[in-house]
């Protein structure tokens, strides 16, 4: 059945209104495989939409703070399972205003929704410690305490997992939220919204507000009452951000870029390391922090390596990803498909073969949206610029190594250190590789893409400040602890001056 294509116009959701931007301005969200087709216009919203927003935050602070925490997991499950019973329909919607081939999209709520079932079940877990005191009669415990108003912004490329990620927890800890989503995906931010309010989120907990990075995002981020922000982006905006925290105190969980890469060894089970190269490189086409974007491969099976995976990505098939035979969908943007292009460019030019693709595609349909053929490069080297740079599209590079330490020397070898990955069948090797590929998540035998909520999600070096998303101590990120002394001695004791052993 063909879809019907509606033009949405939702204002920004203010304390369970629906606000139009203060200027009265507007943007358009449009589909990036066909684009002629609006999904939705949104407010173009400045500082002074962001003020309103925060102060309805704020308002709703003491309320939501106070509700008990079982309360409150309780408003998170019924939030996951109204994403559940619309998990079909909202993966439509995602495919259409990000481009991500349905199965994907498909997981991309699916992740909210585990997301929303974990953190659900904190509302019975956020304990705290009770620790012995070094005083007689003396009681000392530990809890944990929401931070205030707190400023969530995200990218595109997971409109509604990301989201998730930071919004569920953050209100399970008590904080109420501000929240930015990108600009190329607004409506999907706002769907995963509507099912926390549905579920009886009270007004004025989760507050959106479109708008550009620069005006918006950076309201949030320099809001005096705005006590933490958690960001989804790239490194320059991230840098940009953490310094504006550092200015304010404020704290700041930065989750940036990555240049993940895929050790091939010669032990490999070849056509289970070409699988994995294929979905991790062009999977979601190439647009995950955590994409495939380097493949290190041992010379003794490079040829075969190379053939086999030049021959699958060859196959794959480009179009809008509502279609049933399309494996690769549309990048997000004319911006972005030219950014990626540039780099086929720098690749020719620094001496790489540019071994498939390299093309705008634009046969037939594909005219209407912003489509990139899957590219490979081969004869890489570490130290060229596209080794080096996230190019966060369907482009990926093969660097042949002589030798399992060259295949670490080389996959350590990036500013960043988000995922790496290492397909071997020697017990020693896969070991060694756990213990010193410098990233934050390592594979065996699987591309670098396929997180699960239940384990911490970041990176190490230039991906982030050292936070983690998602995993058992997700509520460290979103809490602060209050240690509690109660003496019931009924006399002054000082600690470290009276020992009363
Ligand atoms: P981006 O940095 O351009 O934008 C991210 C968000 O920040 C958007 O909502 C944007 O409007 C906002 N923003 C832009 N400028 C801002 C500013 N000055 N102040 C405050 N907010 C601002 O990134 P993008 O292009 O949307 O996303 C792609 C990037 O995200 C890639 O680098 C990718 O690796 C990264 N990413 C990282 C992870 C991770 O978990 N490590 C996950 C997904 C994406």
Redesign the pocket.
């Given at each position: 059945m063909a879809e019907a294509l509606m033009t949405v116009t939702p204002g920004n959701r203010i304390a369970g209104e629906d606000r139009e931007a203060r200027s009265g301005k507007t943007f358009e969200s449009r589909n990036p495989a066909r684009w002629t087709d609006i999904v939705g216009v949104f407010p173009l919203s400045d500082a002074s939409d962001i003020d309103t927003a925060v102060r309805a935050a704020k308002a709703a602070l003491p309320g939501w703070r106070s509700t008990p925490w079982p309360a409150r997991g309780a408003i998170i499950l019924r939030a996951a399972e109204i994403l559940e019973a619309r998990k079909e329909k909202l993966a439509r919607l995602m495919t259409r205003e990000m481009g991500k081939v349905l199965t994907e999209a498909r997981g991309d709520v699916q992740e909210a929704i585990d997301m929303g079932k974990f953190i659900a079940a904190e509302g019975r877990r956020a304990f705290g410690e009770t620790v012995p005191s070094e005083l007689r009669n003396k009681w000392a415990m530990t809890m944990r305490q929401p931070l205030g108003v707190v400023g969530c912004?995200?990218?595109?490329?997971?409109p509604i997992a990301?989201p998730s990620w930071k919004i569920f927890p953050a209100v399970m800890a008590g904080n109420t939220v501000v929240f930015?989503?990108?600009?190329d995906t607004p409506l999907c931010g706002l769907s995963f919204v509507e099912a926390l309010e549905e579920a009886g989120l009270p007004k004025g907990v989760i507050n959106v507000v479109f708008g550009?990075?620069?005006t918006v995002?950076?309201a949030i981020?320099s809001h005096p009452d705005v006590a933490a922000i958690y960001?989804?982006?790239?490194?320059d905006?991230g840098r940009?951000?953490a310094a504006e925290c550092g200015r304010m105190l404020k704290r700041v969980s930065l989750?940036?870029?990555?240049k993940n890469g895929i050790a091939v060894m010669d032990d490999a089970n070849i056509d289970l390391a070409v699988d994995g190269a294929l979905w991790g490189a062009f999977g979601t086409s190439g647009q995950r922090?955590t994409a495939s974007s380097r493949l290190i491969v041992h010379r003794a099976v490079l040829e075969s390596f190379t053939q086999k995976l030049l021959d699958r990505a060859r196959s794959l098939r480009l179009g809008y990803g509502l279609d049933a035979d399309v494996d690769v969908g549309p990048v997000i943007n004319a911006r972005q498909l030219a950014r990626i292009h540039s780099y086929t460019t720098v690749g020719i030019a620094e001496g790489a073969n540019l071994a498939l693709g390299g093309e705008i595609a634009s046969d037939g349909d594909l005219d209407d949206g912003n489509f990139y053929t899957p590219t490979v490069f081969t004869g890489v080297k570490p130290e060229m610029q596209i080794a080096q740079e996230?190019i966060?599209g369907p482009t990926t590079v093969i660097m042949p190594v002589d030798s399992f330490d060259e295949a670490l020397q080389f996959a350590n070898s990036t500013q960043y250190g988000?995922s790496l990955s290492i397909y071997t069948n020697d017990l020693r090797h896969a070991f060694r590789a756990m213990h010193e590929l410098e990233a934050g998540i390592v594979y065996v035998n699987a591309p670098t893409i396929g997180a699960e909520i239940q384990l911490p999600?970041?990176?190490t070096k230039n991906?982030?400040n050292g936070h983690r998303e998602a995993g058992g101590h997700v509520l460290d990120e979103f809490s602060e602890w209050k240690s509690i002394y109660i003496d019931y001695s009924g006399k002054l004791q000082r600690a470290q001056i009276d020992t009363n052993a």
């Open positions: 912004i995200t990218p595109w490329n997971f990301i930015k989503p990108s600009t550009s990075g620069e995002g950076n981020v960001f989804t982006g790239s490194g905006t940009g951000i989750e940036l870029g990555g922090c996230e966060f988000l999600f970041g990176g991906t982030g």
